[in-house]
């Protein structure tokens, strides 16, 4: 990814997320938290199509498409839920006892 790239990646990042906070002040987190899930794994359906080829090729990379965006997404929620139990007081309740 270029230097503009991760720019621009990083800017989309903090709108979804800008959205997804506005959204919360009127609807349930959990609610909030589903659409977003299940806006990614459409989203992620139709890039997938759309980079195939044709149908053929596209049931036949639809399980490696599978397993590879369901492993990246682990890795990231992994990495994010990690950096809120790190940061849990600074982020969440700075009133904690450890």
């Not at 720019?7 to 959205?19: A, K, P, T």
């Not at 009127?26 to 299940?38: C, K, Q, R, T």
């Not at 890039?47 to 149908?55: E, I, N, P, Q, Y």
């Not at 990690?82 to 600074?90: A, G, N, V």
Request: glycine share 2%; proline share 1%.
């Amino acid at each position: 990814m270029t230097n503009r790239d991760e720019e621009l990646f990083w800017n989309l990042v903090d709108q979804f997320i800008q959205q997804a906070n506005t959204a919360c002040e009127e609807i349930d987190p959990g609610v909030v938290s589903a659409s977003l899930l299940n806006a990614a794994a459409r989203f992620n359906a139709f890039v997938v199509a759309t980079s195939s080829l044709d149908r053929k090729e596209y049931i036949e990379e639809m399980d490696s498409s599978l397993n590879y965006l369901t492993g990246r997404y682990r890795e990231i929620l992994r990495d994010n839920l990690e950096d809120y139990r790190e940061h849990y007081k600074e982020y969440i309740r700075a009133d904690e006892k450890e």
